[in-house]
T-cell receptor
């Protein structure tokens, strides 16, 4: 089946820890995106990548880092510098930068 | 003013009625418009995309775009309890350097009562 997978589904982080969220797609999409959603809010863009080995900051990149070493994979690291990381994290991909975006199932991160 | 605005609701309609969801956007260069449905605790799923003025129909769903008024809406005919969800409006600005950056509204919660 083609699609976007995210793991883990739930993640708990202690104060001061870095954690990495996985996002993989087998749709052969060029562009990939990371969003954050807080309760009752819309989605806010963290980072995006249009091609391998290149990525750009979105609106709320502080405290996050990404890599794009493979077309299929776009992992997000939530660093200890992110002061309020508890949120629902969504990965999306599209054929190109202007294509329709499709979302993975999401990772719910909670800080203990 | 937010770039994309939606009434958070909840919008409550009886089963079988037409649900009308509205979205306004502030940037006139916006070219692509999307409606996503999000069930509680789940990720957004695409319902409709619309790029030109007028109506676009897909089954029970109709998207309407009026660029002059900077307004996009989603009509759901014959609403079903399974349509109860949050509907997110998203706008892609051509002027953002072809980045594919979507600006999302905060979503409208729809409740369809049996």
């Amino acid at each position: 089946d083609g699609g976007i997978t995210q793991s883990p589904k739930y993640l708990f982080r202690k104060e001061g820890q870095n954690v990495t969220l996985s996002c993989e797609q087998n749709l052969n999409h060029d562009a990939m995106y990371w969003y954050r959603q807080d309760p009752g809010q819309g989605l806010r863009l963290i980072y995006y990548s249009q091609i391998v080995n290149d990525f750009q900051k979105g609106d709320i990149a502080e405290g996050y880092s990404v890599s794009r070493e493979k077309k299929e994979s776009f992992p997000l690291t939530v660093t200890s510098a992110q002061k309020n990381p508890t949120a629902f994290y969504l990965c999306a991909s599209s054929i190109s930068g202007l294509g329709t975006q499709y979302f993975g199932p999401g990772t719910r991160l909670t800080v203990l | 003013q937010k770039e994309v605005e939606q009434n958070s609701g909840p919008l409550s309609v009886p089963e079988g009625a037409i649900a009308s969801l509205n979205c306004t956007y502030s940037d006139r260069v916006s070219q692509s418009f999307f409606w996503y449905r999000q069930y509680s605790g789940k990720s957004p799923e695409l319902i409709m995309s619309i790029y030109s003025n007028g109506d676009k129909e897909d089954g029970r769903f109709t998207a309407q775009l009026n660029k002059a008024s900077q307004y996009v809406s989603l009509l759901i005919r014959d609403s079903q309890p399974s349509d109860s969800a949050t509907y997110l409006c998203a706008v892609n600005k051509e002027g953002s350097g072809n980045t594919g950056k979507l600006i999302f509204g905060q979503g409208t919660t729809l409740q369809v009562k049996p």
